[in-house]
């Protein structure tokens, strides 16, 4: 068979044994790296053209001669032969100490027979093994395409988080969970469960095991799984999902042996990722911090210089336990999303936070349309990382650029929206700098204030103290009230009380803090100091 690998351990590949086996030869031993079932031939004690590596049947009429047609036809090149059944013991051990593959016919065969199922094998049996020779290493798209083909049956190849990495197209009747896991780029929570439930899980990422699935939810089709494993590590799964037509008969042992050669290339194609994304974080931070970037580098993020563009910022809501590799998987995360929906994108991680420069397609004119993408790449992102993650993200988007000189610009507007949206309570979401500015401005003219040594406003503190001392809630009171403009109606309902009992508070905060409410000037200004302060309520 053209191309075929011999295993590297001085024993025979179990491609060939599966030939041997499907042809009706029982092997008996020896090893060459070299044996071609391309060349296959009859014994001939004149030959002279024979092809080094050939395999040859030992069609003799006297089987005592066996041994020494064995040596002829290893001395002109032959790496195998093929001995009849008759063939003595003494012989038959002779001719396995020649170093030789050595194989032997069926009675129920003649040489002719032999010649003609050794072809049809050779031409039927898929051979894993040789998918090295015509897949670059990490290509896993090509990889998953040929074991597609070579397993009769659509392949799916996810990394150790179930995202998927990698898909052989298949045209045929819909299947709720292959689709599923395609579009969303990782397997659906509902097979997590239902390989968890049974331990299934746990046998893949433990051990070499092919698991055969046939209740999955939503009644799946059958399906084989066989983890990714690499020095005991667990890198994923390889799935292998029944099409319009049976999965054939030895499916589970040709999937083991896929499982070994895709997990070498997950390493190759993680290695590469890891590469590439530290290569490619360099330009991105470049970028943002207002570095020079050449156009070559820039296109080679995928970005095009003469775009719109726009910077998004992710960050945990838990910032503060965020460490490097939970930032590596949000990096992962994202890329993938924006791969899965064609989105020009680089990102990197700065701190605790991930941030991405997308490219933004033509939109029409106005700032809305891009606005209206970008936020929509925004909801994708945040919708797909909270799945991931299990908790809270927030992401906020800056506005857009025709300019790649302004990132570091969109980068401060996604910094201080992130900041704002933080200490909002129960943020979360997406956030745009469009919408949060006010409150962004509201905050640098407080911190302006707070900051100035000379201007100091310790009637609040006396309000806190009171709140603090006696229980009272004057401090909360007069936020929501400035906050309403004045609307005393309004601000008891947001605080739950009577309007009397508003317009007490009001007269006893007067009186206790020397506060004048009925000044424009101390409205706007502790209105202003109220709206910023954490503890105000």
Not at 232 to 241: K, N, Q
Not at 372 to 400: N, Y
Not at 504 to 524: F, M, N, P, V
Request: aromatic share 4%; hydrophobic share 40%.
């Amino acid at each position: 068979m053209p191309g075929m690998n011999a295993a590297p351990d001085e024993e025979l590949s179990a491609a060939h044994k599966r030939i041997f086996h499907a042809a009706g030869l029982t092997y008996l031993g020896g090893y060459r790296p070299d044996l071609r079932l391309d060349e296959i031939a009859i014994y001939d004690p004149e030959s002279t053209d024979l092809l080094t590596g050939s395999l040859v049947l030992l069609a003799i009429e006297d089987p005592m001669n066996a041994e020494s047609a064995a040596r002829t036809a290893v001395a002109q090149g032959a790496a195998g032969v093929v001995i009849g059944s008759w063939t003595p013991q003494d012989h038959r051990r002779s001719i396995q100490e020649l170093g030789v593959v050595v194989l032997e016919r069926p009675p129920e065969l003649n040489w002719l027979q032999t010649v003609t199922a050794l072809r049809v094998a050779s031409s039927e049996v898929p051979d894993v093994d040789s998918v090295k020779v015509g897949v670059t290493d990490g290509d896993l798209l090509a990889l998953a395409e040929t074991l597609a083909d070579v397993l009769g049956g659509p392949i799916v190849i996810e990394d150790a988080r179930f995202n998927v990495l990698a898909y052989s197209t298949y045209a045929g009747s819909f299947d709720h969970g292959r689709d599923s896991t395609i579009l969303g780029r990782r397997t659906p929570q509902e097979w997590v469960d239902h390989l968890s439930a049974d331990g299934t899980l746990q046998v893949l990422a433990g051990s070499d095991s092919v698991v055969e699935i046939m209740d999955g939810p939503r009644g799946a089709r059958r399906r084989l799984v066989s983890g990714l494993r690499a020095e005991g590590e667990f890198l994923g799964l390889l799935w292998l999902a029944e099409g319009d037509n049976p999965l054939r008969p030895d499916a589970d042992r040709l999937l083991m042996e896929a499982a070994v050669l895709t997990a070498a290339h997950v390493i190759h194609y993680q290695s590469h990722m890891r590469e590439r994304a530290t290569s490619h974080g360099s330009v991105v931070k470049s970028l943002l911090d207002g570095s020079r970037v050449s156009q070559s580098a820039v296109e080679q993020l995928g970005l095009k210089p003469s775009s719109r563009h726009a910077v998004l910022g992710l960050r945990l809501r838990q910032a503060s336990d965020v460490g490097p590799r939970t930032t590596a998987r949000l990096i992962d995360t994202v890329t993938t999303y924006c791969q899965a929906y064609r989105w020009a994108a680089a990102s990197c991680g700065i701190g605790n936070a991930v941030y991405v420069i997308a490219d933004l397609p033509k939109a029409g004119t106005t700032t809305d349309s891009y606005l209206r993408l970008v936020e929509g790449l925004g909801q994708g992102l945040l919708e797909t990382c909270e799945h991931a993650f299990g908790g809270q993200v927030i992401v906020a988007v800056s506005d857009a650029s025709p300019r790649l000189n302004a990132m570091p610009g969109l980068m401060v507007q996604v910094d201080r929206s992130l900041d704002h949206c933080s200490e909002q309570p129960g943020a979360g979401g997406v956030v745009t700098f469009h919408e949060s500015r006010n409150g962004i401005a509201l905050h640098l003219a407080a911190d302006a204030v707070r900051a100035d040594p000379i201007l100091r406003f310790p009637e609040l503190d006396v309000l806190r103290e009171m709140d603090r001392d006696e229980g009272t809630d004057y401090v909360r009171t007069l936020k929501s009230y400035l906050h309403s403009l004045g609307n005393a109606r309004v601000a008891a309902e947001a605080l739950g009380i009577h309007l009397t009992t508003l317009r007490y508070r009001l007269s006893r905060i007067e009186h206790i803090a020397g506060i004048d409410i009925g000044d424009a000037d101390t409205r706007q200004l502790y209105g202003l100091l109220l709206r910023v302060t954490p503890d105000a309520g």
